[in-house]
């Protein structure tokens, strides 16, 4: 099982938005609607912000959110702020019970 | 309040095989997967299998079948990961992580790993 594809960094303004791709196949992505999204900062663990392609977990602030098309699924970060500067990584399940990770992405608040 | 509190860090020579705890508490131990998910130095997060506490049935990512043993220990609400045959590519961060759906929704606090002759 291959990781999912993300880009290695994105990067926005204060207030503005960013969005990370996160490509797999009809294997993965494309075939459940089960993509999460992790946030992690340096030394922590990660944090579930989005499940079930667009689901948010309560505390999650509605600034994230997530879509897919295809094999290929978003999160998008709107009104950027300073908190949001960490590594972000998708995951999806990949069939029979096991999952699979993407590369991860690195937001950089400019 | 959930909580999943790891074993301390590990040294071990390349060959030799390291076993990480998870204690699980807060909830009903039995009801939820628990995942390992591990991290390079610098690297991304990987899966490598799953646990069910309840019936101890487990799934392990192909990459690392045959070399990594998932088990629990229901009277002390412990889950444990066992990898054998160290290699230096095994140092890692080794989080257990608990799912109520298709989703990872608390992670310990990490085992560090590291794998040196």
């Known amino acids: 099982q291959s990781a999912l594809t993300q880009p290695p960094s994105a990067s926005g303004s204060p207030g503005q938005s960013v969005t990370i791709s996160c490509t797999g196949t009809s294997s993965d992505v494309g075939g459940y609607n089960y993509v999460s999204w992790y946030q992690q900062y340096p030394g922590k663990a990660p944090k579930v912000m989005i499940y079930?392609?667009?689901k948010r977990p309560s505390g999650v602030p509605d600034r994230f959110s997530g879509s897919k098309s295809g094999n290929t699924a978003s999160l998008t970060v709107s009104g950027l702020q300073a908190e949001d500067e960490a590594d972000y990584y998708c995951?999806?399940?990949?069939?029979?019970?096991?999952?699979?990770f993407g590369t991860g992405t690195k937001v950089t608040v400019l | 309040q959930v909580q999943l509190v790891q074993s301390g860090a590990e040294v071990k020579k390349p060959g030799a095989s390291v076993k990480v705890s998870c204690k699980a508490s807060?909830?009903?131990?039995?009801?939820?997967?628990m995942h390992w998910v591990r991290q390079a130095p610098g690297q991304g997060l990987e899966w490598m299998g799953w646990v069910h506490p309840n019936s101890g049935s487990t799934k392990y990512a192909q990459k690392f079948q045959g070399r990594v043993t998932m088990t629990r220990d229901t009277s002390i609400s412990t889950v444990y990961m066992e990898l054998s045959s160290l290699r230096s590519d095994d140092t890692a961060v080794y989080y257990c992580?608990?799912?109520?759906?298709?989703?990872?929704?608390?992670w310990g606090q990490g085992t560090l790993v590291t794998v040196s002759a």
């Open positions: 992580a608990m799912s109520s759906s298709p989703r990872f929704d608390y």
């Open positions: 079930e392609v667009s």
């Open positions: 807060g909830y009903t131990f039995t009801g939820y997967y």
């Open positions: 995951c999806s399940h990949a069939g029979s019970d096991i999952y699979v």
